[in-house]
């Protein structure tokens, strides 16, 4: 069916014709601006102030022009047939670090060291593939807390703008409590039962107006399961002056936090230090089982303003085809090439 988006812009259809009644005749002692083809461009009757050889076929595309001007002007709008979304499914956030630290290169890609960065990207991506029938947000986080993303279906979206984000954009400190905050108040109106936080992180709370623990009891408190993914590798080798050097890049990860987060919100707190865990890891959590949902449905809608304004386009440049002052020049050129009359050719 086709709706109107504004459909009060119909009260403007009679404004020429009151135009035409009420306002007073135009004469041509009265033009502010002289010009010497006065009486071809406008070809008025001073006296009756009508034009004096509008055709029928002018008048009719003036019409026109008005009438598709005005419908556009509604916002006329297809509204397809109701569409039923899936029944089934969590509302499940993603909260994702993106600190300074996810640039460390402690995870090796084949002969490789990558991000860890990359690595959440590839992984966390695929997951949001698989969870086909739940609603998807993403967080992402540094010094602050940003929704990239609310609740929805449209997962190739979700992924897409986690394949997208730059590292450090969010700031380069840790504010895991304003993170588990944000994300409570996102799942605050979804229903109890299913709502699921999936927090990654790879180093500690170091920033932020609420602490992680504070966060975790109004999350707690809200019913939202909180699973925490601690990342990144213990062993890195470091470039010395004489020799490599080992060292944990994992040092600041605040696995104790982590844990009493899950603990007291009913998630577990799980460990990966290498691409292949945090993979299995997300495979694990992908095995959650759905839960039932009131049904619901929407309807695809679609903008159909642009049809009648190409039409009030094209008879205008018809209507401007037509005038009087066109069809004289091109007359008037006409007249003006040489033609032979013998052989009825122009002569070039």
């Known amino acids: 069916m086709i709706e109107l988006l504004w459909p009060l812009a119909l009260l403007a259809l009679p404004l020429p014709l009151l135009a035409y009644w009420l306002l007073p005749v135009a004469r041509q002692e009265d033009a502010a601006l002289q010009v010497p083809f006065f009486r071809i461009a406008a070809q008025y009757n001073v006296t009756t102030g009508q034009p004096n050889n509008t055709s029928l076929l002018r008048r009719l595309l003036m019409v026109l022009i008005w009438l598709a001007l005005i419908s556009s002007a509604t916002q006329p709008q297809y509204i397809g047939d109701p569409v039923q979304l899936p029944s089934n499914g969590r509302d499940l956030m993603m909260a994702v ?66 394949l997208e984000t730059p590292l450090g954009i969010a ?130 809608i679609k903008s159909l303003f642009y049809w009648p304004l190409a039409l009030a386009l094209l008879a205008s440049v018809l209507l401007i085809l037509t005038h009087p002052v066109v069809v004289s020049g091109w007359q008037s050129l006409f007249r003006r090439l040489p033609y032979n009359t013998t052989k009825g050719e122009s002569i070039r």
């Not at 990558?114 to 990207?121: E, I």
């Not at 991506?125 to 540094?142: K, P, T, Y």
């Open 97 to 162: 670090d993106i600190s300074g630290s996810m640039g460390t290169e402690d995870m090796a890609v084949g002969n490789a060291m990558v991000t860890r960065l990359r690595v959440v990207k590839a992984v966390v991506g695929d997951f949001v593939e698989r969870r086909v029938g739940d609603r998807l947000g993403l967080i992402l986080f540094g010094s602050k807390a940003y929704l990239q993303t609310p609740l929805t279906f449209d997962r190739n979206t979700v992924r897409t703008l986690l």
């Open 171 to 300: 700031g380069g400190k840790t504010a895991i409590g304003d993170a588990i905050g944000l994300a409570v108040k996102r799942l605050q109106s979804r229903p109890a039962e299913s709502r699921v936080l999936i927090l990654l992180t790879d180093g500690q709370n170091n920033i932020g107006e609420v602490t992680p623990l504070q966060a975790a009891k109004i999350a707690a408190q809200e019913g939202v399961k909180i699973y925490t993914i601690g990342f990144g590798a213990e062993e890195m080798q470091v470039p010395g002056l004489l020799f490599n050097r080992t060292v944990n890049p994992s040092a600041e990860l605040d696995s104790k936090t982590l844990t009493e987060i899950a603990e007291l919100t009913g998630g577990t707190y799980q460990r990966a230090r290498s691409a292949a865990e945090l993979l299995e890891i997300y495979t694990v959590l992908d095995q959650l089982e759905p839960i039932e949902q009131d049904q619901e449905t929407f309807r695809p």
